[in-house]
């Protein structure tokens, strides 16, 4: 099977130029807006596609825990660290710098591998954090008793001595050490405040940044083994048997309030959180978003395809007496079906390189005003590409309707 040559289809289209203007027009507007749309929402989902490590029907997060003096004292942290782990079904307490889905306290570690890579990432610490999460250990150990460090932002700061080891997830460390040698590797602190020396590596942890998961660096997370000792607002990480969460954050809010009663600024309660229920919650605009995105590109791939398709037919119908005087010439169904795919194929090509710079420079701009990420442009030829093959189903019937135009059309015609 040939292709039609080229010639005789650019010269029918200059005969009929209006009809593959209004379709190239269409599929312009189509491509600059389809493009766009399909990376807003392949950024939106791109998070809800991570696992994120922690061990479903488990975990409860405590925070809002507010000090009335201002800062927690090491005494009170461990208290409530003890009453919480004397409840039934509780397995595992660990007060925490850092909460997944939580923002009230958290920090941002910005550090550099010895092949200069850097990039920023989600602190979590506590002592024995890791195990209250849940988060699965893949390469090398946890944390020794011995290297905890106090943590006191009573000072003002975090002050992280040199040389103390930190667990990163496996996107990091893939990120720091595309090598596969993270273990034993030294990441030097951006400010030249010190370095950090890699001990293990667990499989999955997202960051607590909502805002920094849509860049590709939604696992970018490592645990520091900092021991909490004064913080304004104290936070735990409590794991629960599955069977009995319910009855433990009952239980905990009782506990809490009974522990921290007097302490604890007025007016603020407590809060003890499913981490199921702060994911859906803090997902909940991502979602939504899908939802708009999604109907977006439906309904603009849909009224696209009816609009080539109509236009197409009215085309087709125009041309009636060439079909007939081609077909009594000795045309065969097949190559009036080419002819007008191959017809389409040029037009939509038409509309889609001037809707690729359109999409470019769409996205441009709204990197400009609202911060949006750039488009990458592998996107460009794979949304010229989708929009080409939409073109042609589109014209598909039309053109089978221009190949049943019997040759008897041409004489009725004259």
């Given at each position: ?156 700061g975090i002050d992280i001595p040199p040389g103390t080891p930190v667990i990163l997830t496996e996107a990091l460390a893939r990120h720091y050490f595309p090598d ?197 442009l592998a996107y460009l030829p794979l949304g010229a590409l989708a929009l080409w093959l939409l073109g042609l189903c589109a014209a598909y019937g039309p053109a ?15």
């Amino acid at each position: 099977m040939s292709l039609p040559p080229l010639r005789p289809i650019l010269a029918a289209l200059r005969r009929h130029a209006l009809m593959p203007a209004l379709v190239a027009l269409q599929i312009c507007i189509a491509c600059a807006i389809l493009l766009n749309a399909a990376f807003e929402l392949q950024r939106q989902v791109a998070p809800l596609l991570v696992d994120d490590g922690i061990p479903p029907g488990r975990l409860l997060l405590v925070d809002q825990l507010v000090s009335r003096e201002g800062m927690w004292r090491p005494a009170q942290i461990r208290a409530g660290a003890d009453a919480l782990r004397a409840l039934p079904g509780v397995e595992a307490v660990a007060p925490a710098l850092g909460l997944p889905m939580k923002q009230s306290m958290s920090f941002v570690l910005r550090t550099r591998s010895p092949s200069g890579v850097v990039a920023s990432a989600s602190g979590f610490v506590g002592e024995g954090l890791r195990e209250a999460l849940g988060l699965e250990l893949v390469q090398g150990r946890d944390f020794a008793p011995a290297e905890h460090f106090d943590l006191d932002l009573s000072t003002g700061g975090i002050d992280i001595p040199p040389g103390t080891p930190v667990i990163l997830t496996e996107a990091l460390a893939r990120h720091y050490f595309p090598d596969g040698d993270a273990l034993g590797g030294r990441l030097g602190q951006t400010d030249d405040s010190g370095y950090l020396v890699v001990v293990g590596v667990v499989r999955h942890l997202l960051r607590y940044q909502l805002d920094a998961l849509d860049s590709g660096q939604a696992e970018f997370s490592m645990l520091l083994p900092g021991r909490i000792v004064s913080v304004p607002v104290l936070t735990y990480a409590v794991r629960a048997d599955p069977a009995q969460r319910g009855q433990v954050r009952t239980a905990a809010l009782a506990a809490l309030s009974r522990e921290f009663g007097a302490s604890r600024m007025s007016g603020i309660d407590p809060s003890v959180d499913a981490y199921e229920t702060l994911r859906a919650a803090a997902f909940r605009p991502r979602r939504a978003a899908l939802w708009l995105l999604g109907t977006v590109i439906a309904v603009m791939s849909v009224v696209t395809a009816v609009g080539i398709a109509g236009l197409s037919a009215y085309w087709v119908e125009q041309r009636r007496r060439t079909i007939g005087i081609r077909r009594a010439l000795g045309a065969r169904r097949g190559d009036i079906v080419r002819h007008f795919l191959a017809e389409n194929a040029v037009v939509v090509g038409a509309g889609v390189l001037p809707g690729m710079i359109a999409a470019y420079a769409i996205n441009q701009w709204l990197m400009r005003e609202y911060e949006i990420a750039r488009l990458p442009l592998a996107y460009l030829p794979l949304g010229a590409l989708a929009l080409w093959l939409l073109g042609l189903c589109a014209a598909y019937g039309p053109a089978r309707r221009a190949a049943a135009v019997a040759p008897a059309v041409a004489a009725r015609g004259a």
